[in-house]
């Protein structure tokens, strides 16, 4: 008889923890629910203290923690995006507006005007440039990247490019101080090689002045190549300098699309290099080790 009284009260015992278990879940599942609904940042709680509904709602609040982080990312992303696409519309835009302008200007005169052509050029030029960087994102972004490393001679590939922006840099009026080392060579990518050092030396024009340094060197295995340049405003933020449409517009002449030193960075990403930025004063540097 007394077998039977305390199995009764046991089985009551585990009725009444059944019930009050089935009622926190259902308790957790409205909570969850009017959460979803309104997105109150109300914490999940729970009055029955079971270890195992105890960790179930520390998980489910934790995920709620994950979304809401992932929407305030998603949602500065998209106002990131959308001012970046205002601008560098804009960007495109204004060059277009000028180049269509001066074009006006020569149907109107009865003999060519070489000074309105050349503004012309340059403004369409400045639209090539954008859309190039557009499209170079874009690629990086769709990992459309093909890599096909083979041997190459990296101190010829240098010397070559810093000769073909010669003339550039004598009209910028910045006297670039070459300091190559001979017979280096490397692993890697000639294509996307030649893209990076375009890219970099094109910053150097863009928003350098007076004097940069280059200099090619192999150390503790590494080619390392890092490009130095007085710059035309003080960088205010630096960290910022390598994220997607951020630009500090450094240049006194030229807008930045934000993407240059990003691009940069990602093609050396691409190469299995390391990409680093550094600043002291009116000094800026970058230095790439593949």
Same mark, same amino acid.
């Given at each position: 008889?007394?077998?039977?009284?305390?199995? =009764?009260?046991?089985?009551? @015992? !585990?009725?009444?923890?059944?019930?009050? %278990?089935?009622?926190?879940?259902?308790?957790?599942?409205?909570?969850?629910? #009017?959460?979803?609904?309104?997105?109150?940042?109300?914490?999940? !709680?729970?009055?029955?203290?079971?270890?195992?509904?105890?960790?179930?709602?520390?998980?489910?609040?934790?995920?709620?923690?994950?979304?809401?982080?992932?929407?305030?990312?998603?949602?500065?992303?998209?106002? !990131?995006?959308?001012?970046?696409?205002?601008?560098?519309?804009?960007?495109?835009?204004?060059?277009?507006?000028?180049?269509?302008? %001066?074009?006006?200007?020569?149907?109107?005169?009865?003999?060519?005007?070489? #000074?309105?052509?050349?503004?012309?050029?340059?403004?369409?030029?400045?639209?090539?440039?954008? =859309?190039?960087?557009?499209?170079?994102?874009?690629?990086?972004?769709?990992?459309?990247?093909?890599?096909?490393?083979?041997?190459?001679?990296?101190?010829?590939?240098?010397?070559?490019?810093?000769?073909?922006? %010669?003339?550039?840099?004598?009209?910028?009026?910045?006297?670039?101080? @070459?300091? *190559?080392?001979?017979?280096?060579?490397?692993?890697?990518?000639?294509?996307?090689?030649?893209?990076?050092?375009?890219?970099?030396?094109?910053?150097?024009?863009?928003?350098?002045?007076?004097? #940069? *340094?280059?200099? @090619? #060197?192999?150390?503790?295995?590494? *080619?390392?190549?890092?490009?130095?340049?007085?710059?035309?405003?003080?960088?205010?933020?630096?960290?910022?300098?390598?994220?997607?449409?951020?630009?500090?517009?450094?240049?006194? !002449?030229?807008?930045?699309?934000?993407?240059?030193? %990003?691009?940069?960075?990602?093609?050396?990403?691409? =190469?299995?290099?390391?990409?680093? @930025?550094?600043?002291?004063?009116?000094?800026?540097?970058?230095?790439?080790?593949?």
């Amino acid at each position: 008889m007394v077998w039977i009284i305390l199995l =009764l009260v046991l089985l009551a @015992l !585990t009725l009444f923890y059944l019930v009050r %278990y089935v009622l926190a879940l259902r308790s957790l599942s409205r909570q969850i629910q #009017a959460k979803i609904a309104s997105g109150s940042q109300t914490r999940l !709680t729970s009055n029955f203290h079971s270890s195992s509904l105890v960790e179930l709602t520390d998980q489910v609040e934790s995920l709620f923690e994950q979304i809401d982080k992932t929407n305030i990312i998603a949602m500065q992303e998209k106002k !990131t995006l959308d001012m970046a696409i205002s601008n560098i519309a804009h960007d495109i835009r204004t060059p277009l507006t000028i180049a269509s302008g %001066y074009t006006q200007q020569l149907e109107r005169k009865d003999q060519v005007d070489m #000074a309105v052509l050349e503004k012309i050029k340059t403004n369409l030029m400045v639209v090539s440039k954008r =859309l190039e960087a557009l499209l170079e994102y874009r690629r990086l972004q769709e990992g459309a990247q093909r890599v096909n490393m083979v041997d190459v001679q990296i101190s010829q590939r240098v010397i070559q490019q810093v000769f073909n922006y %010669y003339d550039a840099f004598q009209k910028a009026e910045i006297e670039l101080d @070459l300091q *190559v080392e001979e017979g280096l060579s490397l692993q890697t990518d000639p294509d996307l090689l030649e893209r990076l050092l375009q890219n970099l030396l094109s910053n150097v024009l863009k928003h350098g002045k007076e004097e #940069a *340094v280059l200099t @090619l #060197a192999k150390t503790d295995g590494q *080619v390392i190549l890092a490009i130095k340049n007085r710059v035309q405003h003080p960088i205010q933020h630096l960290d910022k300098l390598t994220n997607r449409f951020y630009s500090e517009n450094l240049s006194d !002449t030229e807008e930045s699309s934000g993407l240059g030193l %990003y691009i940069s960075q990602q093609l050396t990403e691409v =190469l299995g290099g390391d990409f680093q @930025l550094a600043s002291q004063g009116d000094w800026f540097e970058v230095t790439v080790a593949l």
